[in-house]
């Protein structure tokens, strides 16, 4: 079977991975959940992912670990450490020391610099990574600049309480790539319309899995999804994904594809920092107010599911 045929169990997995990163997670566990052979399931994974099942899962809990230790500044080293599945805070280093080249403390205090060492991010992906771009753009911002910004969003700020939407999804083969996006939308609304899902507006929902701050451009994941009864059976290359219950804060932004990240950014490290809100986690969701991308603008509402700050 191919790759394609094989994306509902991989999501599977995936939904699994994200869900228990907080404690111990063996391969056959996560082969369990895809409902897949383990001797199978290495195959199947590495080949649609790009990476092998473990060093997947390390590096999820690290990449989460390095946002929550950026914006989560009321939780303790020892807490993020213990909620990204590791056993103390001096394996959490450890670990964190060898993927990122600086330590857990320095991504809290950005200015103290970074070591001379080269982390395995970058000798694994050519990839740098600079603690302070997590939180502004240059130039750095100060207190009284940062606090404007962040009551520019509050002033344009909505909630919306939800109870979960189930969606029909496309994995982009190209992560965040402008081209791949625009013809992984094509080909979802095509396939959307043909199912009787939609029939001339589309309500379509984009998922962002990673930070581009410090995943690597090839293995950022990216879904384009439309609202899907359950009832409803999807073909591969379809794959069934859920947009959780809960709260959300939802901003809208218009303009240029590639100015998505910089918004992003700006609520994380100016709203959420000056808010009495956390990100509940850090995978967003997108709706699309007018249409997909197209001709590299978009018009969309980024969804952060919110709780309160601990």
């Known amino acids: 079977m191919t790759e394609s045929a094989h994306r509902p169990e991989i999501e599977r997995a995936l939904r699994f991975i ?127 600049e940062r606090r404007r910004e962040a009551a520019a969003w509050s002033a344009r700020v909505r909630f919306e309480t939800t109870s979960g939407l189930d969606f029909a999804c496309l994995a982009s083969p190209g992560g965040y790539d402008l081209s791949a996006l625009e013809r992984l939308w094509s080909d979802l609304i095509a396939a959307a319309r043909q199912l009787g899902l939609c029939e001339n507006a589309v309500d379509a929902w984009g998922v962002p899995h990673d930070s581009p701050q410090i995943t690597a451009p090839e293995l950022c994941r990216y879904h384009a999804c439309v609202p899907c009864p359950k009832a409803i059976p999807l073909p591969p290359p379809l794959f069934r994904g859920r947009m959780s219950e809960g709260r959300y804060a939802v901003f809208r932004y218009a303009g240029e594809v590639s100015g998505i990240p910089e918004v992003y950014r700006s609520i994380y490290s100016c709203w959420f920092r000056e808010s009495s809100l956390a990100p509940d986690d850090f995978t967003s969701h ?16 980024l969804w952060f599911k919110v709780r309160p700050r601990r």
Request: glycine share 6%.
């Open 18 to 144: 994200a869900a228990n990163l907080e404690r111990p997670i063996t391969v056959a566990d996560v082969a369990r959940a895809a409902r897949l052979s383990e001797f199978h399931f290495h195959r199947v994974f590495h080949a649609a992912v790009g990476e092998p099942i473990g060093r997947f899962i390390t590096r999820r809990r690290l990449e989460q670990s390095a946002l929550r230790l950026a914006y989560e500044p009321d939780r303790s080293i020892t807490d993020v450490a213990l909620s990204s599945g590791y056993s103390s805070a001096s394996n959490f280093s450890k670990a964190f020391a060898a993927h990122f080249g600086c330590s857990p403390s320095q991504v809290r205090s950005p200015e103290r610099g970074l070591p001379v060492a080269i982390g395995k991010l970058t000798s694994l992906y050519g990839k740098d990574f600079r603690p302070e771009e997590l939180y502004t753009l240059p130039p750095e911002r100060g207190v009284d």
């Open 286 to 301: 997108e709706r699309y107010v007018t249409d997909a991308p197209e001709g590299g603008r978009v018009d969309l509402e």
